[in-house]
């Protein structure tokens, strides 16, 4: 009863499944005994095995995506208790129970039973679309539909703009449409979709951009589609190293560029809050983009998915 199963990346595209002891709540945290947890692609680094990785990792490490039912309180903890139901800002949930302090978990209503709840990405959305100041009939571009770009999208329309998507893979192309975008171009030539955007914009290009991939050449396509004074977002996860940015064309147009990436826990929360009261309410329905599921001991795989991007693949939970 004092041990638990955990996920260990034990080497480079290692991961082994482990017993390790139950951890135990200290002063003002709490246990969750997890339901599961996302899958992130900030995760493929280290899974590669690159030189500042150290290994073995902890066990339950890179899992920053879980949920799950409250199953122990720490000394100080007042406003939870055993058997509530939250979300978790906490960093070793591929495993079957995980640590969060009190002020890091959002508890989940019961519109939410049963429903998964990856609260980390789905907070992550709610901050970028809150940076990226969207107002009704603005054009906005959304370069990269994953998990992260379909949320933007139909955050986006919602607010009343015309979101053009634009994206490699045409199941993607597919899923944007269902969230609300007004037009659709495949990410294969540059140029070809800098003169189809210009099309579409009547050669203004967009109010706002955002970038959701996380790699040089959408970056450099994204600064491209963006209008003069217009704002670009950088949503992708840029963790590959130092980029190159076209300085004399953000000079030029007098853009705004926005790295929306929040590292304060205490808005990442509110984010998650946000998020909570967003599927809760039935705004945003993100569970067509929960494509695949695993068992904890195939996370091997779920992260190869994630990498690979199989057809129809969006989303991978793990489920312990």
């Not at 995980?98 to 959305?125: N, R, S, Y």
């Not at 209008?227 to 190293?241: C, F, S, T």
Request: glycine fraction near 10%; proline fraction near 7%.
């Amino acid at each position: 009863m004092n041990m638990m199963r955990a996920a260990v990346l034990a080497g480079p595209g290692d991961m082994r499944l482990e017993q390790v002891a139950l951890p135990e709540p200290g002063e003002g945290q709490v246990r969750v005994k997890l339901e599961g947890c996302g899958v992130c692609a900030s995760n493929l680094t280290p899974w590669e095995g690159p030189e500042w990785m150290q290994f073995p990792g902890e066990p339950g490490g890179l899992g920053h995506e879980g949920w799950g039912v409250i199953d122990a309180v720490g000394p100080g903890v007042k406003a939870l208790k055993v058997g509530d139901r939250v979300a978790a800002l906490s960093y070793k949930s591929y495993a079957e129970y995980d640590i969060a302090e009190a002020d890091a978990v959002a508890p989940l209503p019961d519109a939410l039973k049963d429903k998964p709840f990856p609260g980390e990405p789905l907070g992550c959305a709610m901050n970028i679309f809150r940076r990226s100041d969207i107002q009704a009939g603005q054009t906005v571009a959304i370069v990269g539909i994953g998990f992260l770009g379909a949320i933007l999208t139909r955050l986006a329309t919602d607010a009343g703009a015309r979101v053009i998507a634009i994206s490699r893979r045409p199941f993607s192309l597919d899923v944007a449409r269902q969230f609300g975008a007004a037009e659709t171009i495949p990410m294969e030539d540059h140029w070809h979709i800098i003169e189809r955007v210009k099309e579409l914009t009547g050669e203004k290009m967009c109010d706002r951009v955002i970038e959701a991939v996380g790699k040089q050449w959408p970056l450099d396509l994204a600064s491209e589609l963006v209008r003069e004074g217009g704002k670009l977002i950088v949503a992708g996860y840029h963790q590959d190293g130092p980029r190159q940015v076209n300085m004399q064309m953000w000079n030029w147009k007098g853009i705004d560029v926005v790295n929306a990436h929040e590292r304060d826990p205490a808005v990442n929360m509110q984010g998650i809050r946000d998020a909570v009261e967003a599927v809760a309410s039935g705004r945003l329905d993100p569970s067509p983009l929960y494509t695949h599921r695993y068992e904890l001991d195939r996370l091997d795989e779920a992260l190869n998915a994630t990498r690979d991007r199989p057809d129809g693949f969006l989303k991978a939970l793990v489920m312990p």
